[in-house]
């Protein structure tokens, strides 16, 4: 049960990163350089997440993506959050450093809740970015989602 919740938030995750990347597109000429470093922080720190726990090399947190490739990489971070759900015991520990190479260690279900409660934080600040530009900002509430 608890990885079906959790495969449930990360396609929640997946689809509302699509749908900012969509509204990003649009208006792409309203859109100032915190707006595309904010999204591509977003999707950085869920590949890193990702590539701690099954040990792959990783993205730099703040490196700026080209826009074009975004929806893959939001894709490919959905595909393998999903893998790890279905491969790993989500209560299983793993360490790994952060970016500042401090050692640590955290539940696998830590790791990816951790990615997905990022990104919805991050989504409201890019949301308010969005506002501030005169672009109609995404409801991105996992309600909406729901119904």
Same mark, same amino acid.
């Given at each position: %049960? %608890?990885? &079906?919740?959790?495969?449930?938030? +990360? #396609?929640?995750? *997946? !689809?509302? /990163?699509? #749908?900012?990347?969509? $509204?990003?597109?649009?208006?792409?000429?309203?859109?100032?350089?915190? @707006?595309?470093? +904010?999204? /591509? !922080?977003?999707?950085?720190?869920?590949?890193?997440? /990702?590539?701690?726990?099954?040990?792959?090399?990783?993205?730099? $947190?703040?490196?700026?993506?080209?826009? &074009?490739?975004?929806?893959? @990489?939001?894709?490919?971070?959905?595909?393998?959050? $999903? =893998?790890?759900?279905?491969?790993?015991?989500?209560?299983?520990?793993?360490?790994?450093?952060?970016?500042?190479?401090?050692?640590? &260690?955290? =539940?696998?279900?830590? %790791? +990816?809740?951790?990615?997905?409660?990022?990104?919805?934080? !991050?989504?409201?600040?890019?949301?308010?970015?969005?506002?501030?530009?005169?672009?109609?900002?995404?409801?991105?509430? *996992?309600?909406?989602?729901?119904?």
């Amino acid at each position: %049960m %608890m990885k &079906e919740k959790l495969i449930d938030l +990360l #396609e929640y995750t *997946y !689809h509302f /990163n699509k #749908e900012m990347i969509k $509204v990003i597109s649009e208006n792409i000429s309203k859109t100032d350089e915190k @707006i595309i470093s +904010l999204i /591509n !922080h977003t999707f950085n720190a869920q590949q890193i997440w /990702n590539s701690r726990i099954l040990g792959e090399s990783s993205f730099e $947190v703040w490196q700026i993506n080209p826009f &074009e490739n975004l929806q893959e @990489i939001n894709q490919q971070n959905f595909n393998k959050s $999903v =893998e790890i759900v279905k491969k790993f015991d989500l209560n299983q520990k793993s360490e790994y450093k952060n970016s500042k190479g401090t050692l640590f &260690e955290n =539940e696998i279900f830590e %790791m +990816l809740f951790q990615a997905i409660n990022h990104s919805t934080y !991050h989504r409201g600040q890019i949301n308010s970015l969005l506002k501030q530009n005169g672009i109609e900002p995404v409801l991105t509430d *996992y309600i909406f989602y729901k119904r």
